[in-house]
């Protein structure tokens, strides 16, 4: 489990290997991530976009990029936590994932960022 806390708000992340919705003769690799996201500032806050870093082993790079996360724009009021899960497709079995969320002060509407710390995604069978 990979933990960042960035301007008082904690996200904590979590990757697990899906072998049955992958298909290595392919060069198709499927991961989920669980993503924890906890206020702890003295502020409520509003999750408005995403910004995602994919790196493969073969150094492919892709950039994804929207509003919220899995159709949310979540808000979380001080001491408040959302949990989401998500997927990502790798060419490669193993590879690693980092970006940013925009966030909304909702007191005083001003946007800041907040990091999503690096973590890598490997598959289970590659670590022997």
Do not use: C
């Amino acid at each position: 489990m990979i933990q960042q806390v960035t301007e008082g708000v904690s996200i904590t992340v979590e990757t697990f290997y899906q072998p049955e919705q992958s298909n290595p003769q392919n060069a198709d690799y499927l991961f989920a991530y669980r993503i924890t996201i906890e206020n702890f500032s003295s502020m409520p806050i509003k999750l408005l976009r995403r910004h995602w870093h994919i790196i493969d082993s073969n150094s492919n790079h892709r950039q994804v990029e929207g509003e919220g996360v899995v159709g949310a724009q979540p808000i979380l009021d001080p001491g408040e936590a959302y949990q989401y899960v998500s997927t990502a497709n790798l060419r490669s079995d193993m590879g690693k994932m980092y970006g940013s969320y925009s966030m909304e002060n909702l007191y005083n509407k001003k946007i800041f960022s907040v990091t999503i710390p690096e973590f890598e995604l490997i598959a289970p069978f590659k670590m022997n």
